[in-house]
């Protein structure tokens, strides 16, 4: 029988742990949808307006308002004056084109979660959505933890100046109010994308983690295994990165759990803030800057959706978190 | 009728049974010792008594009856019985000053205020022998010794007729511990107090106790008078308790241990012989080694913190020298000095013809493998994410040693034979092992560099003293096999005595005497060397 090491013993009492379990699967299903889409074999066709505008969602039935007086119609009224429209073939057309008739195909009436302002199909945006949001968040959050785990290893491990150096650079930027370093990271870069989110977050993100990092090298480097390490000739990086880093790596993987959930909401409000990913693409943040100008009109489903896809993920993730942080507890041990 | 009745006391844990069914009493007055090792569930017994077991996981059976009733002894805890602990640095709240601390058990229990408090509280430091200046002190301020002191007074603030000691001297050292016992005799036949008495140290209940209970794996094996128990132990466990301590006077071939009574093979006999003859040639010189720490004191000023003032020592091939000294000494400063751990202030070590201070890391990698050090806490100095084959490849890795991984794997497995343990062993993980088991792979990773001094830095002192006597045993015959020469640091004179050819005394920093062990402990010369042999207990055994 294989000897179990403390990671096995960390599963053993994960999978104890059945709500725990259940929100894994929750997140691996999601995972599942972002590499699903990301491959192109689920909601490729997002952006392909095939419904009417605001078409509702199949279980509330089609809009029968907009059905019997299409915007187009109406603009025919005009010709009571007897004068002719010389822009009336024009209006006509870009009329059509708003009232999605200008499509070769039939324009479905109601869609499973309804249209939004384009007719595009709002599940499978809320799917294509999913695969923005959730690799912004894993990216960063990987980002952000690569940064303050070397950071804090680097500082914690060998103290004095190098010490005073992070902490100074670490002063510099939790003293600066967040969304003023978000504006200046996204000034500086200059370009709306995945990417560029990704950067903002993780270059912002790391200070937290390089915190509770430093202070966990501090307290391990004078640990007799350490000693024992140095005793028998392990240079400073294999201290460092071989003895000490599996003993902290728990601290670090809930970090990074934490972090996942922070940056899938920082994401969606940082595009809902006009910051985020472009209109070429869609993320959860770029539903929701949509559905302000829906709600409105009464259009609720858009936002609906995002919103409970996200708090799905979210809440999910931090029940995650929570049973991986208790299974990983060096003090359970 | 006794003070406390213990009757048929059980106690188990999930997966445990701690304490199986033990009985025992406490007279009026008296004075009972409970000996065992770890796992013996003598501090369980204790716990159980003064009713202080979790309630949530300890399942308690059997009886503890207090002058006669029973469940009363939880209630007086605290007033008529009081406890002391073994640490009482985590015993005492860190940011209330001492006095205080005393005052709120008067209050509380005697509701004691103002003045009359204030009294009490200095007469009862006075009793405790601790200056009335120190009173407003915090316990960081305090040595352990008085730490433990104030800890006796809060002990009998409300004069107690019951006195439990767990371990109170363990953490102490051994002048230290001398002073303590004799305070809490002193108090005892003063106040007419009963104690309980539990130790893990034979040689401490030949002085406190009128009685012995000898516990193992939750079960007396032995109990009766102290002088019966020493002089004709019945039980073979009792027996080995007693023979695996190394004795002052003599010097074994090899330590008894408890599988020579429990297997009926009896005692190994033969006597071995240390000391050098003269002629031995030397590994290792230090010359005026010296270490300061700096503490900073504000932007600019520092305070030297002398640890190791100008040390000269040599160290024979394939001898054994032996360092002594309490703590704060700087035995440990001494052996970082000598493996590099921590640079040197001053002076030269010189080992085969280099100085090992001046040469540069990268050329000082040589040298790292041929002195190797042991450390005390078997359970930090092992990594606990490696598996035990991880631990001993390492070394060879980093050095080169061995062609490919199969071949350092076999070493591995050599290694793990000799220092006693099973093949099995390799693929497991530090957590899996008892105390002396992991102290025996740390041994087997310093020898997987096959070097020519090892430093054995209190590599002994946290096992029991059966575990202790197989490991002094399996270093000597490590030491007959490969002539290493040993830098044996400790602060148990017994032990540096059995395995010492030379001895070095350290006092805050210096060496304040030298010589050949038999000689030294025979004839001590330096009233601090004296000092400490005298404080030795059980010595008169």
């Known amino acids: 029988m294989r000897e179990q090491g403390v990671w096995g013993l960390a599963w053993q009492r994960f999978r104890g742990d059945r709500l725990g379990f259940a929100s894994l699967l929750v997140v691996l299903a999601y995972v599942a949808i972002m590499l699903g889409t990301a491959s192109g074999w689920l909601a490729r066709d997002w952006s392909e307006e095939r419904a009417l505008s605001y078409a509702p969602p199949t279980f509330i039935g089609p809009d029968t308002a907009a059905a019997v007086s299409p915007v187009a119609e109406k603009r025919g009224a005009p010709d009571d004056y007897g004068i002719p429209d010389p822009l009336a073939p024009d209006l006509a057309e870009i009329a059509k084109t708003l009232s999605g008739a200008a499509g070769t195909k039939a324009r479905a009436a109601t869609l499973a979660l309804g249209a939004d302002k384009w007719g595009r199909d709002v599940l499978k945006k809320t799917v294509k959505g999913a695969e923005v949001s959730l690799f912004v968040g894993l990216a960063a959050a990987a980002l952000a933890t690569l940064l303050g785990t070397l950071f804090g290893a680097l500082a914690g491990y060998h103290g004095r100046w190098i010490d005073d150096f992070f902490n100074w650079v670490y002063s510099v930027f939790t003293s600066i109010p967040y969304l003023l370093l978000v504006l200046a990271v996204a000034a500086v870069v200059q370009q709306k994308g995945v990417l560029t989110v990704i950067l903002i977050l993780g270059l912002t993100g790391w200070t937290g983690i390089f915190r509770l990092v430093r202070a966990e090298y501090m307290k391990h480097k004078v640990r007799e295994y350490v000693l024992a390490a140095d005793a028998i000739g392990a240079s400073p990086a294999r201290r460092m990165f071989v003895h000490i880093l599996p003993n902290v790596s728990h601290v670090v993987l809930v970090q990074l759990s934490l972090h996942v959930v922070l940056f899938i909401k920082s994401e969606v409000i940082l595009t809902f803030l006009g910051f985020g990913v472009g209109v070429e693409t869609v993320s959860w943040g770029s539903m929701l800057a949509e559905a302000g100008t829906e709600l409105l009109l009464g259009k609720w489903w858009q936002i609906t959706a995002a919103t409970v896809a996200m708090a799905a993920l979210v809440t999910a993730f931090s029940l995650f978190t929570d049973a991986m942080r208790d299974a990983l507890d060096p003090r359970l041990q | ?541």
């Not at chain 2, 001297?169 to 002073?179: C, F, G, H, K, P």
């Not at chain 2, 090992?356 to 040589?366: G, T």
Request: proline share 6%; with cysteine; charged share 20%.
């Open chain 2, 1 to 541: 009728m006794s003070l406390l009745e213990v009757r048929d006391l059980s106690v188990a844990f999930p997966g445990v049974q701690a304490v199986k069914g033990i009985s025992f009493d406490v007279p009026v007055r008296g004075s009972v010792a409970l000996v065992g090792e770890s796992g013996s569930g003598k501090s369980v017994t204790a716990l159980s008594i003064m009713g202080l077991l979790p309630k949530e996981s300890a399942t308690v059976r059997g009886q503890v009856l207090y002058r006669g009733q029973p469940g009363q002894a939880a209630r007086v805890r605290g007033s008529e019985i009081a406890m002391i602990f073994q640490e009482p640095m985590s015993s005492l709240n860190p940011v209330f000053p001492v006095a205080f601390q005393i005052g709120e058990v008067l209050s509380k229990h005697l509701g004691l205020l103002g003045r009359a408090l204030r009294e009490r509280i200095a007469a009862l430091l006075e009793e405790v022998g601790l200056p009335a200046a120190r009173a407003d002190a915090y316990p960081f301020q305090l040595s352990g010794g008085q730490q433990q002191r104030v800890m006796i007074a809060m002990a009998i603030a409300c004069e107690p007729k019951l006195l439990i000691a767990d371990e109170p001297t363990t953490a102490l050292d051994v002048t230290v511990q001398r002073q303590i016992l004799d305070l809490i005799a002193g108090l005892r036949s003063r106040h007419e107090m009963a104690m309980l008495f539990i130790t893990h140290d034979l040689g401490l209940v030949s002085e406190i106790a009128d009685q012995v209970i000898v516990m193992r794996d939750g079960e007396i094996r032995e109990q009766g008078a102290t002088a019966q128990i020493f002089a004709t132990p019945k039980d073979a466990y009792t027996r080995a308790l007693l023979a695996c301590r190394p004795p002052i006077g003599r010097r074994p071939s090899r330590l008894p241990v408890i599988d020579d009574f429990l297997g009926g093979g009896g005692p190994p006999s033969g006597e071995r012989s240390r000391g050098l003859r003269g002629d031995e040639p030397t590994v290792l010189e230090a010359r005026g080694l010296a270490k300061s720490f700096y503490l900073r004191e504000g932007l600019l000023r520092k305070r030297e913190l002398p640890a190791v003032k100008g040390a000269s020592f040599r160290i024979a091939k394939g001898r054994t020298l032996g360092v002594v000294g309490e703590s704060g000494s700087g035995k440990t400063t001494l052996a970082w000095l000598l493996t590099r751990l921590h640079p040197a202030s001053a002076g030269e070590v010189r080992f085969d013809g280099a100085d090992l201070l001046k040469v540069d890391a990268r050329s000082a990698m040589p040298y790292k493998r041929r002195i190797q050090i042991v450390f005390q806490n078997p359970y930090a100095s092992l990594n606990p994410r490696f598996t035990i084959g991880q631990i001993l490849a390492e070394p060879m890795l980093i050095h080169g040693i061995g062609a490919d991984g199969a071949e350092r794997r076999s070493r591995a497995l050599n290694l793990l034979a000799k220092v006693g343990l099973p093949a099995q062993a390799l693929d497991k993980y530090p957590h899996e092992f008892s105390g002396g088991q992991r102290q025996r792979i740390a041994i087997a990773r310093a020898l997987t560099l096959t070097p020519e001094l090892l430093i054995l830095d209190e590599s002994v002192s946290a096992l029991d003293v059966s575990v202790q006597a197989q490991l002094l045993n399996l270093l000597q015959d490590l030491q007959d096999e490969y002539g290493m020469s040993y830098l044996f640091i400790s602060h148990d004179l017994a032990v540096v005595r059995y395995m010492s050819d030379e001895v070095i005394v350290m006092k805050d920093g210096e060496i304040v005497e030298a010589g050949a062990a038999d000689e030294l402990f025979a004839r001590p010369r330096h009233p601090y060397t004296q000092t400490l042999l005298a404080s030795i207990p059980g010595r008169a055994q």
